[in-house]
């Protein structure tokens, strides 16, 4: 009995799977030529994946952050020394992202990979902004050499500052270098469908009290108090003719018409989609006040 029993233990032994060694997230071969036993490759990763690297770009980008803030735009190309100064050290946070864009991209592959540079979404950000701002740079050298030939001193190139503009998303590459950034980021994103729904609610309010201010008061908010004979106003507000509304009580003024309106002609309810402007601006509470005083002063009825 024993005999078999040992056997039979032996044989649930042998039945048992090896423990399975979770796969490597970096493919075999990198950019068609360089293998995980290249020296060059091993060095790329062995920088990548360590920690102090990590520390590095992220103050790097908090330090592009402050750059960013400090500089000051001017019209006409004008500057300053601070402006001067940081755009030499912009070639430096150029060149620190684009050896950390390198160095990914040897470590785990372009794009043909499972777990490739370019298959993460924020990797994608990256080198979106790394090669707008390579690009930038080769223009501005191309109309240096340019501004050197051509007449005037003046460069007749192409005009880079609307891809400067795209420096503003650097300091989305701090959520890319933070996971609990990522975490909040990406369920704020998942949040906006049940706040898409509560802003279809709120759509649809303003259109009921839109058609509602469309039947009281559509064209009564364009008659005002005039000096008589005179096109000035006494106050610029609506009033009424009839007992419903404000009356012009002031000796030489009366109701008439055509006035534009109250703001200028924008507060009323004449169409649709002012009225639905003056009901979201009431909602706002953005001067909401004076709306309830012009409404009020607005010959309304329901006969």
């Keep these: ?28 071969r990198s950019l068609f030529c360089l293998g995980l036993q290249n020296r060059f490759r ?30 000051l735009p001017m019209p ?7 402006n001067v100064v ?8 150029l060149f ?39 690009f930038s740079v080769l223009l501005e050298q191309i109309n240096k050499l340019q501004g050197i030939t051509a007449p005037g001193g003046k460069g007749t190139g192409f005009n880079v500052k609307a ?20 975490v909040v980021l990406n369920s704020i994103i998942k949040a906006m469908v049940p706040l898409l729904h509560i802003a279809l609610l709120v759509l649809f ?31 610029p507000a609506p009033c009424s003719t009839t007992g419903q509304g404000r009356q012009c009580t002031i000796n030489g003024t009366e109701c008439r018409g055509w006035w534009p309106g109250p703001n200028n002609g924008i507060t009323h309810f004449d169409n649709f989609g002012f009225a639905m402007l003056t009901v979201y601006q009431c909602i706002t509470m953005e ?8 409404v009020s002063f607005a010959p309304w009825f329901l006969l």
């Design 163 to 182: 891809l400067r503009a795209f420096r503003v998303l650097r300091p989305l590459r701090l959520v890319s270098g933070v996971p609990s950034l990522q």
């Design 42 to 71: 091993k060095g790329c990763i062995s920088i990548v994946e360590w920690k102090p690297f990590e520390i590095i770009i992220l103050l790097t980008i908090f330090a592009n952050c402050v750059a960013l803030a400090i500089y």
């Design 76 to 82: 006409e190309d004008d500057t300053n020394a601070t």
């Design 1 to 28: 009995m024993d005999l078999k029993g040992a056997a039979a233990e032996e044989g649930t032994q042998k039945k048992k799977k090896k423990p399975l060694v979770p796969p490597s997230p970096r493919p075999p």
């Design 96 to 134: 620190i992202f684009t050896i950390e864009a390198f160095l990914k991209i040897v470590s785990y592959g372009l794009i043909l990979h499972t777990d490739a540079y370019l298959r993460n979404g924020w990797n994608i950000l990256d080198f979106t902004i790394v090669s707008v701002g390579v």
């Design 205 to 235: 309010m303003i259109i009921i009290y839109a058609i509602v201010g469309l039947e009281l008061f559509s064209g009564k908010m364009h008659k005002t108090c005039y000096y008589k004979g005179t096109a000035s106003l006494e106050k």
């Design 86 to 93: 940081l755009e030499k050290v912009e070639y430096i946070f």
């Design 287 to 294: 001067g909401w006040t004076e709306v309830l005083y012009w």
